[in-house]
């Protein structure tokens, strides 16, 4: 049976045969799996949950994809990068292929290009040492269950994949297996306007969530940057010319996201109602009803909310609405330092003004805005906020704020109020991503290797920016930072030409800089990016990391035993290790 698919904003293809692909799926190389060890037989008398517990107690979790305790003697070496990022590679059985199709139809492809598309970072410099064999593009939830049976039944892993927006190689495919592609997952299946709250599937994407939303006085109140911008009148595109729906709200869940409102509405954490998953067994779970709050049993849904995929699948999202507010003001305001700009976001919290975004960019951030957009912006470092409420409030915060920036050495404080002025004003800080691309356009771009998103408790930043720049500005390379500076947390990007080695070598170290900087004053190496490959491990794949000391960056951050908790947790919901395998969890830690 030929298999054919019509992608959304891609063009039809015409796909591989099912049956044409074996020859080639086996000339891939691959390392066999070991032999399972056998289930005690206490085990198969518990119920079905319960034995997947007794069956990682015995094993002790300790499979080539659960645990490796002679990692840590071969950190940095060639072996330990294809253990870590290549991983055991296994043969995807013909009648697994023709199980898939039997329910899929049309929506299953083997086509090279698709997994190639599937399995290459779009949006980081992480590579692809691996492609997925497959890619599905499941329709409901009960496509989804029968995906995730038949590959926790032929042991095939999973990697989850939406929006692609992620960028610490969350939907790389190191060890091949299934792609689950799931942007026709995209109703709005319900939304409760007196509740203020919404069903969804977790193909739909955030902004198209919130042009269904307007028109009812509510939105969802997350906005994660990386999405298709509009810079000198061109559309940039994350991907090969074609548009995509951008962050999705099943991967925001997966990833645990934020964006520039969280200082007012919080993290997706704290915005997700329920949510339904499909675990690795193929179990359908439901964490909780539609209240508002709930003392009932173990808070599930925080549980999947940033596993990154690794403990199952997310197939639909009770979402927390806000009412869109009848007025707000925009501001910016230059200062001479960025340590300036850092204590006036500092103090502005602790005045308790409820802003709802403040947004620190630095001098060559806006040079980079300058040169990719025709503006004349100071080139010096800059606050931008956004106040909201009724208009006398909005008003009043916005000179309040203006009072505590001149006493910091702030100049040049403008607001406004117009809609399309605000849009300009506010269009300079959603450019600022793509504008530092285009000062480097024959170079690859990377946020400090693995795009460093360090946060640190409020009163740590101006410490931890002003100690970071001064590393960065000393540096040869050209380096921006972009800060949410309400809730501590910055950005820098790192703009590098991949095949010089010395340049490579300074952004390692750099960027290792940077984040134990951050780790010393209890902040955390990952602020909203989540972990993925890069955060685990520290793109231990790259040919240019060496130090085994980067490998220290979660175990630091939490300790070895909440790792091993992490492990313990991940061996029993998933004792194949089929959902998105050498992720999250750095394969040395051992239960």
């Given amino acids: 049976m030929a298999t054919s698919l019509l992608r959304l904003s891609r063009p039809r293809r015409a796909l591989l045969a099912i049956s044409s692909v074996r020859l080639a799926l086996s000339t891939q190389p691959h390392v066999p799996s070991p032999s399972p060890s056998p289930t005690p037989s206490s085990a198969r008398r518990l119920p079905h949950f319960l034995s997947f517990l007794a069956a990682a107690a015995a094993a002790g979790g300790a499979t080539v994809a659960l645990c490796d305790s002679g990692l840590d003697h071969r950190v940095g070496g060639k072996d330990s990068a294809d253990l870590v990022v290549r991983g055991e590679r296994k043969f995807v059985p013909q009648e ?65 994949y939406g929006g692609a927006t992620s960028i610490e190689g969350h939907t790389l495919a190191p060890h091949g297996g299934v792609c689950i592609d799931m942007t026709l997952m995209k109703k709005i299946k319900s939304l409760n306007v007196e509740d203020m709250d919404v069903v969804v599937e977790p193909g ?68 997700v109602i329920n949510l339904r998953a499909v675990l690795p067994n ?38 927390r609405l806000q009412k869109l507010p009848s007025h707000s003001v925009v501001a910016m305001c230059n200062f001479k330092t960025i340590k300036d ?46 106040f909201i409420g009724t208009e006398a409030y909005a008003l009043e915060q916005t000179l309040l704020v203006q009072k505590i920036a001149t006493e910091h050495h702030g100049s040049d404080f403008v607001f406004v109020e117009e809609p399309d002025a605000k849009a300009e004003l506010w269009k300079i800080r959603k450019e600022a991503l793509w504008a530092g691309f285009a000062m480097k356009p024959d170079h690859e771009a990377m946020i400090t290797i693995v795009q460093k998103d360090v946060c640190v408790p409020l009163s740590r930043l101006a410490e931890c920016i002003s100690t970071s720049k001064r590393l960065l500005d000393a540096s040869p390379l050209t380096c921006l930072v972009i800060a949410h500076a309400g809730d501590g947390n910055f950005h820098t990007i790192i703009l590098f030409d991949p095949s010089q080695e010395d340049q490579r070598k300074e952004a390692e170290r750099l960027n290792h800089f940077m984040v134990h900087t951050a780790l010393s004053m209890e902040g955390t190496c990952t602020g909203e990016h989540g972990v993925g490959t890069g955060k685990m491990k520290a793109n231990i794949s790259s040919p240019w990391i060496s130090s085994p000391s980067l490998l220290e960056y979660l175990e630091k951050e939490l300790g070895i035993e909440s790792l091993r908790t992490m492990k313990r947790i991940k061996a029993a919901l998933d004792p194949n290790n089929i959902m998105n395998p050498g992720k999250l969890i750095p394969p040395h830690v051992c239960i």
């Fill in 341 to 386: 700009a850092a204590d006036v976001a500092i103090a502005t919290m602790l005045s308790g003004i409820q802003v709802s975004r403040v947004e620190l960019l630095d001098e060559v951030q806006i040079k980079a805005i300058n040169m990719a957009n025709g503006k004349n912006l100071p080139e010096v470092p800059t606050l931008m906020f956004e």
């Fill in 204 to 271: 739909v994407g955030w902004i198209e969530l919130n042009e269904y939303l307007k028109p009812y006085g509510l939105f969802f109140p997350l906005d994660p940057g990386k999405n298709l911008v509009i810079v000198s009148n061109s559309i940039f595109t994350c991907f090969d010319g074609f548009k995509r729906p951008g962050a999705t709200i099943g991967g925001m869940c997966a990833t645990r996201c934020s964006g520039s409102l969280a200082v007012r509405y919080g993290t997706m954490r704290d915005n």
């Fill in 282 to 319: 193929g179990d359908v779970v439901k964490t909780g009803s539609r209240a508002r709050k709930s003392a009932a049993g173990y808070d599930l849904a925080r549980l999947i909310i940033g596993s990154e995929g690794t403990l199952g699948v997310i197939t639909e999202v009770t979402l």
């Fill in 96 to 160: 697994f292929i023709d199980e898939l199709a039997s329910f899929l139809g049309d929506n299953i492809t083997l086509d090279y290009e698709e997994r190639s598309f599937h399995g290459t970072p779009q949006n980081s410099f992480h590579k692809a040492v691996n492609l997925p064999d497959v890619v599905v593009f499941p329709s409901s939830q009960d496509e989804v269950q029968k995906i995730v049976m038949a590959c926790n039944k032929h042991k095939v892993p999973i990697v989850p």
